[in-house]
Structure formats: structure tokens, C-alpha cells
């Protein structure tokens, strides 16, 4: 039965949960881009706008299933404002600052642990990285190949992820936060950088 009003729900409603139960099963099943908030609160029979007062936004609603502490959508958001100057940088602070949080970092690997063990899992995190990460990274670039070169921006963040925090590779896992940045910065850059025309 649908709850046609809106605002806070009454009382003990368990609302929410129906919501996360909901776009679970819709994310997995369509993935991150085509589920829409209509949809999630339709299938759990609730007002749409509940959506945004629980979760503040699909991409907030698509952390809290996943058990994320933090939304990579919403870091790359804002270190992508402020244009494509020295966006290198600001990408490696805004993760770092994020990622060195150790309960980020034990969220983080469960997560990678059902990427690696459940298809459905895999496919709807690689449609959200597709669309949330690396088209907004690619939106901020300028010239040609700008989602090619996202998409290899993508892979070096993976890579400083999987080397720092699950495998802890050494000198990596022990330098600071300027450190990465001031090693790892130029070759996000030059990832990021149009590609000269032959």
C-alpha cells in the first residue's frame, strides 16, 4: 500500500529500510542508470520525496545499499567544481582525505570483496563508476577522448587504492597524504591532459 504523504513518515514507519530493500534489488537488477527514484520508491511503496529525505539523492540512497561511508560520485563531484585546473591534485586529496579513514578503508574492501565474488554486485557498481565517476570526470575535461582519458584517470585511482589501502605496498602505504600527491599527481595529470594530435 502506497504512502501518498509526504514528508516525514509517521511513527514507527520503516520506511527507509523499504526504500534500501527496494533500490537493492532494482540496482542490481537494472543497474545504477536506469533505476530512478520513482521507480525505487514505487517498488516500495512510498513517496518518491522520501528518497531525498532519507538519502538527500539516488547517489546518497545507491551508498547506503552498498554500505559505503562515502560516495566516490560525490567526492569526484566536488574536487571536479572548480574546472579542469589542477584537478589532479584536488582528485588525490579529496579520495586521500576520504580513504585514510580506516572504517572507510573496511567498507571499502568489503565491497571490493563482493565485486570479486557476485556478478550482480560487480555489474551494478561498474554502471554506477561509468556514469557517477567517470563521465563526471570526463565532463569537466576539455578536447577530444575527454572519457578515455577519464577512464584512465579511473584506473590509476584504483590502482593508488588497491596498493595503499587493501594490499599495502610499501612506500606507497607508508607516505603521507602530500607525498601521493606530489609522486602520483603527474601521472593522474598526464592521464588527464588532451592527448597532442598526430
Known amino acids: 500500500m502506497v504512502n501518498n504523504r509526504r514528508g516525514r513518515p509517521a511513527g514507527g514507519s520503516n520506511a527507509r529500510q523499504r526504500l534500501i530493500d527496494a533500490a537493492e534489488e532494482l540496482f542490481l537488477r537494472d543497474g545504477f542508470s536506469r533505476t530512478t527514484i520513482r521507480g525505487i520508491a514505487g517498488y516500495a511503496g512510498v513517496d518518491h520525496a522520501l528518497v531525498n529525505y532519507y538519502f538527500g539523492s539516488k547517489e546518497g540512497l545507491f551508498t547506503a545499499v552498498m554500505d559505503l561511508l562515502a560516495s566516490p ?10 574546472g579542469p585546473e589542477h584537478l589532479a591534485p584536488r582528485l588525490l586529496n579529496a579520495l586521500l582525505t576520504t580513504w585514510d579513514s580506516p572504517s572507510v578503508q573496511e567498507h571499502s574492501r568489503r565491497l571490493l570483496s563482493a565485486i570479486q565474488t557476485d556478478p550482480t554486485t560487480r555489474d551494478a557498481f561498474r554502471d554506477y563508476l561509468e556514469h557517477q565517476v567517470i563521465a563526471q570526470i570526463a565532463g569537466t575535461l576539455t578536447g577530444r577522448d575527454a572519457t578515455v582519458r577519464a577512464g584512465a584517470a579511473a584506473t590509476v585511482i584504483a590502482g593508488l587504492f588497491l596498493t595503499r589501502y587493501v594490499a599495502r605496498v610499501e ?20 592521464c588527464l591532459a588532451p592527448r597532442p594530435r598526430r
Do not use: D, N, S
Open 171 to 190: 612506500p606507497i602505504a607508508g607516505m603521507t597524504r602530500p607525498q601521493v600527491v606530489g609522486y602520483l599527481g603527474p601521472a593522474l595529470h598526464a
Open 73 to 82: 560520485g560525490e567526492l569526484v563531484e566536488h574536487a571536479t567544481g572548480a
